[in-house]
């Protein structure tokens, strides 16, 4: 059970990787730890949909990545330059209007603390993981629950090496700016930000605990992730970032499977015009048995076949 939830703390990493650049850490906050840029060859999974006159690609990004992996080449980088159009889970705006937004939505100023919500038995390892994050143990007090917890999962993730910068999507939408391409999104800023905000506050406290529990965890389960990630394993994938979700299911439906279904069904709606799409979302939503894949089979009938190197 403890394995499945840290590796939950882990997967929140990733789904929060696109808000990150959104927060500033304080100044208390310790800076990012340096890594040498040695290659490490990655061939992650990308699978092809298309018909006579439409292909989309569907490739899994990890949003935060340590430099040094060498994953824009062969069959992503070849699908990539096939591509007319890149889509994102979501285009961030400007850094402050992002800031400002999550601000919106986080913030809390009446009622109980976090700490309060947290309950006396959670007191001491809260204090203990902002003691190691170098926060105030009252940084985070009228916030809302899902606030703290994604960025608690991210500020342990930086603080090891891994940077919004060195990601997938950062990366590639250089590529595309780069080379002229559209750059369109399936989900706008408060679509995704809403997802975390209109959570009901059990499941959001409920998934803050499970964070705290395995925080000292989250930094090897999310190497541990990455390295299946780079391997091409899916499979694997699939259980390390879903299946601790599937322990707060109102997280596993807000943030996989209801979204997995609705870009099922915007891709269905894509092969009806013609044109070549690379879609990039985070590699948890294309694994697993409710996968966008396993969606566009069962409820669209159409087939996403694997790319082989």
Not at 217 to 235: F, K, R
Not at 239 to 251: H, K, R, S
Not at 280 to 298: I, M, P, T, W, Y
Request: without cysteine; glycine residues 8%.
């Amino acid at each position: 059970m403890f394995q499945k939830l840290l590796r939950g703390a882990a997967a929140l990493a990733l789904f929060a990787g696109p808000l990150a650049h959104a927060q500033e850490a304080p100044a208390t906050a310790p800076a990012r730890t340096e890594v040498a840029a040695a290659t490490r060859d990655a061939d992650p999974a990308i699978w092809v949909v298309k018909d006579a006159d439409t292909t989309i690609y569907l490739f899994g990004t990890v949003h935060v990545l340590k430099p040094g992996f060498g994953w824009f080449d062969e069959a992503v980088h070849d699908a990539f330059e096939d591509s007319d159009e890149l889509v994102l889970e979501m285009i961030p705006p400007d850094m402050n209007e992002m800031q400002s937004k999550v601000m919106q939505m986080a913030m809390q100023m009446t009622g109980p603390s976090l700490r309060d919500k947290l309950g006396a038995e959670y007191r001491d390892t809260y204090k203990a993981v902002m003691d190691d994050l170098g926060l105030p143990v009252g940084a985070f007090d009228r916030f809302e629950p899902w606030f703290a917890a994604m960025t608690l999962s991210v500020l342990p993730v930086v603080k090891m090496g891994y940077d919004p910068n060195s990601g997938v999507e950062h990366v590639i939408t250089e590529a595309a700016t780069e080379e002229g391409k559209k750059i369109s999104a399936l989900e706008t800023v408060d679509e995704q930000l809403g997802f975390f905000d209109t959570m009901p506050e059990d499941v959001q406290i409920a998934y803050l605990k499970t964070l705290l529990d395995g925080y000292a965890d989250i930094g090897p389960a999310l190497d541990e992730t990455v390295e299946q990630w780079a391997d091409g394993n899916p499979e694997k994938l699939g259980e390390l970032m879903n299946e601790g979700m599937i322990e707060t299911p109102g997280v596993a439906a807000r943030l996989l499977t209801e979204r997995n279904q609705r870009w099922a069904i915007w891709i269905d709606n894509r092969m009806d015009q013609p044109g070549t799409v690379f879609v990039a979302v985070g590699a948890g939503h294309l694994a697993g048995n409710d996968s966008v894949q396993e969606f566009l089979k069962r409820e669209h009938g159409l087939t996403a076949e694997r790319i082989e190197y």
